[in-house]
């Protein structure tokens, strides 16, 4: 990769770090529902009015609108808003690999690699060695990996899109998830008057989940995708619960235990170990739902890979 690309790389991945520490803070002004129903309505609109039709078939955008954007973030901000650290999330949240490979070989039939199974079984180890201190906060936690379940599904209906433009996929998707998320909102006990009391710390939240995080991210990692193929672009992936970890210690004074340390290194671990061998037609460690077509050069194929 050219210098300016792994620079490229290594922001996108830091930026989707710091998107912890940032969604810690919206959820300070905001009830999670509220919260991811601004965050996608703001992605949506006025974008989608600019990018074009869909180049995908509306059943996949629909689908990962409705599980990437309603399920996951919902799961995620729900999780966050009862107690979990925002470091341990961007950790946590990386179980996405597990349930992306067992998705593979439920809903495609692929069968996976004994590396990959070993890489597995190193990112369950360290998730669960996570949960060992979550004491009170195990709901929180739960709610965590239900983030990652719903994650890997919508990394199996990306994958099927297989979306030539990734700016306009997550525009679209936005659009999607928008809808339900307004919806369940008002018919959920949430406090709407956050709303009354919006000031420029909320209002830079969520500009930064919305604009940066999501779209910003996603149009330079889908370039990434596109120039150099996902066995290429995939493991800087790991670098976001460095950044993630490094920043709520930071910014948010998070603690870092050696349970922690112990339990991210097997989780980066065993996602590595999953990419240094992929199956024929994916990853269990993308870090982005975000596949091509074709071949490029450094590219396999299609590709998995999704962005918090």
């Known amino acids: 990769m050219r210098p300016r690309d792994i620079g490229i790389a290594v922001a996108v991945t830091a930026v989707w770090g710091f998107n912890f520490v940032v969604i810690q803070t919206g959820l300070d002004h905001f009830p999670p529902l509220l919260f991811n129903a601004l965050r996608f309505s703001l992605a949506a609109f006025p974008a989608v009015l600019f990018v074009g039709r869909p180049q995908v078939p509306w059943r996949w955008i629909i689908a990962v609108g409705l599980i990437l954007g309603v399920t996951k973030f919902s799961l995620l901000f729900a999780g966050m808003a009862a107690g979990m650290p925002a470091g341990l999330s961007s950790l946590v949240l990386q179980s996405q690999a597990v349930f992306t490979l067992g998705f ?9 690699r004994p590396v990959q199974l070993i890489g597995l079984l190193l990112c369950v180890a360290g998730v669960a060695l996570v949960a060992t201190r979550m004491g009170t906060n195990l709901g ?28 306009r996929f997550m525009v679209w998707v936005s659009a999607v998830a928008s809808g339900p998320l307004i919806l369940l909102t008002l018919a959920s006990s949430e406090d709407l008057s956050a709303l009354r009391a919006i000031d420029l710390e909320a209002l830079g939240a969520l ?6 995080s999501t779209l910003a991210a996603f149009a330079g990692w889908g370039f990434l995708l596109r120039v150099y193929g996902a066995s290429t ?65 450094g590219g396999q194929g299609r590709q998995l890979r999704r962005p918090a």
């Open 233 to 297: 672009v995939a493991p800087f992936s790991m670098l976001v619960p460095f950044f993630g970890l490094a920043s709520a210690a930071l910014f948010l004074g998070e603690p870092l235990h050696t349970v922690d340390i112990v339990g991210g290194a097997l989780v980066v671990g065993g996602v590595l170990l999953g990419l240094s061998l992929r199956l024929p037609h994916d990853s269990c460690g993308a870090r982005d739902p975000l596949p091509r077509r074709g071949r490029r050069p």
């Open 207 to 212: 500009a930064y989940v919305a604009l940066i």
């Open 140 to 167: 929180a936690f739960l709610l965590i990996v239900g983030a990652g379940a719903a994650w890997g599904l919508s990394n199996i209906a990306t994958r099927k899109a297989s979306p030539p433009d990734t700016l």
């Open 104 to 112: 593979a070989v439920l809903l495609l039939r692929e069968r996976p």
